[in-house]
């Protein structure tokens, strides 16, 4: 299973970014597809997931309203729509894979990206 993540960037407070999460090997419908992020120093933690087969979604409470969490059935992709980005979004950004919407109930993880929010 490989999960690749792109469209990190540097943005200014306010400003938008879209992060693509492209899957390739991943065939459980009933997987639950997440967003991380990590800021050096700090644990990972959970931003938001979607369920793949039924298309719940969740989200932290920190990005409800900002963010939101989309899926490309026919592409195999998860986006995440980020919107009225504020400096304490800047951090590594992670897609993964697996049966909770919890950093440990992640099974696959992608590479990181790099979203810098300016002030």
């Known amino acids: 299973v490989q999960l690749q993540a792109s469209g990190g960037g540097l943005v200014q407070a306010g400003g938008s970014l879209r992060l693509s999460c492209a899957a390739s090997?991943?065939?459980?419908?009933?997987?639950?597809r997440g967003w991380f992020r990590q800021v050096p120093g700090k644990e990972r933690e959970f931003v938001a997931a979607?369920?793949?087969?039924?298309?719940?979604?969740y989200y932290a409470d920190s990005v409800k309203g900002r963010f939101t969490i989309s899926r490309d059935n026919a592409k195999n992709t998860v986006s995440l729509q980020m919107n009225s980005l504020k400096p304490e979004d800047t951090a590594v950004y992670y897609c993964?894979?697996?049966?909770?919407?919890?950093?440990?109930?992640?099974?696959?993880w992608g590479k990181g990206t790099l979203v810098t929010v300016s002030s």
């Open positions: 993964a894979a697996g049966r909770i919407p919890t950093v440990q109930g992640m099974d696959y």
């Open positions: 979607i369920a793949w087969s039924i298309g719940n979604t």
């Open positions: 090997g991943l065939t459980f419908s009933s997987y639950i």
